[in-house]
């Protein structure tokens, strides 16, 4: 059972470059998340997408695009990379509902990205 | 705009030690609390999620709890061991919202 898995763990691009982060779960969760990660700023939500075929903003959307493929991935995109989208993104999953067991976010090990 | 600070950034013990993590959030209608842990270079791993409904959580040695009033959790971690070094975070889920507001972290050191 791999949990939520990222791709690539390492990229480092050219100002203006675009790529795009894959994220995929195979807990058979509804909700998947893409956060950032900087120092002192803590982790903030990106995008999310409660259910197959939806997605939202969250609180620093600007200069992403996300893709809910199906209901196992997730994807990020970034069409012209900027310096100050370096950061560490972190992809997780969840299934909301009643009980402990859910409401639990899952997370990915992380892309660790460097835009010059 | 719901903000969650932990209290401190940085805390190093010597093993053996029982130790508390300190969180607080501003806006108390949350639908429930998780605290991770992330080692560095990775990604973050659930520890233990309360409910709003719920006082405390135990799992091990760890024992969160939970005092929506006054908008106060703590995690409790009995006899530290060298491999509890890691940064804990808290994150506070809103009633009807899909997200989580994280802290930025209390980094613990358990020395040998």
């Known amino acids: 059972n791999a949990g939520v898995t990222q791709t690539p763990k390492f990229q480092v691009l050219k100002t203006g470059q675009s790529m795009t982060l894959q994220c995929a779960q195979d807990m058979n969760h509804n909700s998947m998340y893409w956060y950032r990660q900087d120092p002192g700023m803590g982790l903030r939500l990106i995008y999310y997408?409660?259910?197959?075929?939806?997605?939202d903003k969250g609180e620093v959307p600007n200069g992403y695009n996300v893709s809910r493929l199906n209901k196992r991935e997730f994807s990020l995109r970034l069409e012209s990379a900027a310096p100050s989208q370096t950061s560490v993104y972190f992809c997780?999953?969840?299934?909301?509902?009643?009980?402990?067991?859910?409401?639990?976010?899952?997370f990915g090990a992380g892309t660790r990205l460097s835009v010059l | 705009k719901q903000e969650v600070t932990q209290i401190p950034a940085a805390l190093s013990v010597p093993e053996g030690e029982n130790l508390v993590l300190n969180c607080s959030f501003t806006?108390?209608?949350?639908?429930?609390l998780q605290w991770f842990r992330q080692d560095p270079g990775k990604g973050l791993t659930s520890l233990l999620l309360?409910?709003?409904?719920?006082r405390e959580q135990t799992s091990g040695r760890l024992n969160a709890s939970l005092d929506k009033s006054s908008g106060r959790s703590t995690l409790y971690i009995a006899a530290s061991q060298p491999g509890d070094s890691a940064t804990y975070l808290c994150?506070?889920?809103?009633?009807?919202?899909?997200?989580?507001?994280f802290g930025k972290g209390t980094k613990l050191t358990v020395n040998p």
């Open positions: 997408s409660a259910s197959e075929g939806t997605t």
């Open positions: 997780a999953s969840s299934n909301p509902g009643q009980g402990s067991a859910k409401n639990i976010q899952y």
């Open positions: 994150a506070v889920k809103q009633g009807g919202s899909e997200k989580l507001v």
């Open positions: 309360i409910q709003s409904s719920q």
């Open positions: 806006d108390s209608a949350i639908y429930n």
